[in-house]
């Protein structure tokens, strides 16, 4: 089981989570605490799940080799390597390109999941994050490449998991990114094609989520690139925002641990 009671985060230098209320998770991220992630299961990303992004590749969805929309969602795996918390410095491997700030919902799972249905669904939920699905720009979607998408750090998650309780409608949140305090980029997770149970129900029909997985609604079409210098601020309704910050290789020598 994966459970808590209000908001689960981990501060940075300390072994473990804390179950904390929400009076005392907006003093600690007031202070300028910086977070881990607070998961350590594995995270899915989940492609072409928002309708603008579909509408977005308009005939290329029907051409070979694929000739219609997919069937069943399709994932993409963020590694360990790629994981990241809040206030996390983020190497930019291409600065020209920059890096696309994605933010998503992350549904955290509760307990084993294998074949639920969709109207079971919110029993396996424990709670949502924030996760900052981050990639190099790039134009395929149907098999998502590991250099764009897992590079160090490319998932950053949290600060937060709120618990499930505390999010009463996780189909019709406002999603926020802001670069350098500047709002640039909005959109809702009811654009999502298959809603939070859907999904669930969707991937578990062929493969079993565990208890601490984490699995992204979705990131929204049009997402923002950020470069080196700037400062991500992403918000979901109802959870911590998350803040990274984006910086050239050498600025993050000798970082890694």
């Given at each position: 089981m994966f459970a808590l009671a209000n908001h689960l985060l981990h501060p940075e230098g300390e072994a473990l989570p804390r179950d904390v209320?929400?009076?005392t998770l907006a003093a600690l991220l007031r202070s300028?605490?910086?977070?881990?992630a607070p998961v350590s299961g594995a995270v899915y990303g989940t492609l072409l799940n928002?309708?603008?992004?579909?509408q977005a590749l308009g005939d290329a969805m029907h051409a070979a080799p694929y000739k219609a929309p997919p069937k069943a969602p399709v994932l993409y795996l963020k590694p360990r390597n790629t994981f990241a918390g809040h206030r996390a410095r983020v190497v930019v491997p291409d600065n020209e390109l920059g890096v696309e700030v994605g933010a998503s919902l992350g549904i955290v799972i509760g307990r084993t999941a294998t074949r639920i249905a969709a109207n079971r669904a919110a029993e396996y939920i424990a709670g949502y994050t924030l996760v900052g699905d981050l990639s190099v720009p790039h134009a395929s979607v149907y098999r998502p490449s590991v250099r764009f998408r897992a590079r160090d750090g490319f998932c950053a998650i949290g600060p937060a998991v709120v618990a499930a309780r505390h999010v009463a409608t996780p189909d019709h949140l406002a999603i926020k990114v802001s670069l350098n305090g500047v709002e640039i980029f909005s959109a809702?997770?009811?654009?999502?094609?298959?809603?939070?149970?859907?999904?669930?129900?969707?991937?578990?029909?062929?493969m079993t989520l565990s208890a601490?997985?984490?699995?992204?609604?979705?990131?929204?079409?049009?997402?923002?690139p950020a470069h080196i210098g700037d400062t991500a601020t992403l918000s979901i309704e109802g959870l911590p925002p998350l803040t990274v910050s984006f910086v050239a290789a050498q600025e993050y020598a000798g970082e890694l641990s």
């Open positions: 209320d929400a009076s300028g605490l910086a977070c881990r928002d309708r603008a992004a579909l809702n997770t009811a654009s999502a094609v298959r809603n939070v149970a859907q999904l669930l129900a969707d991937v578990t029909d062929f601490g997985d984490v699995l992204t609604l979705g990131v929204p079409h049009g997402s923002p």
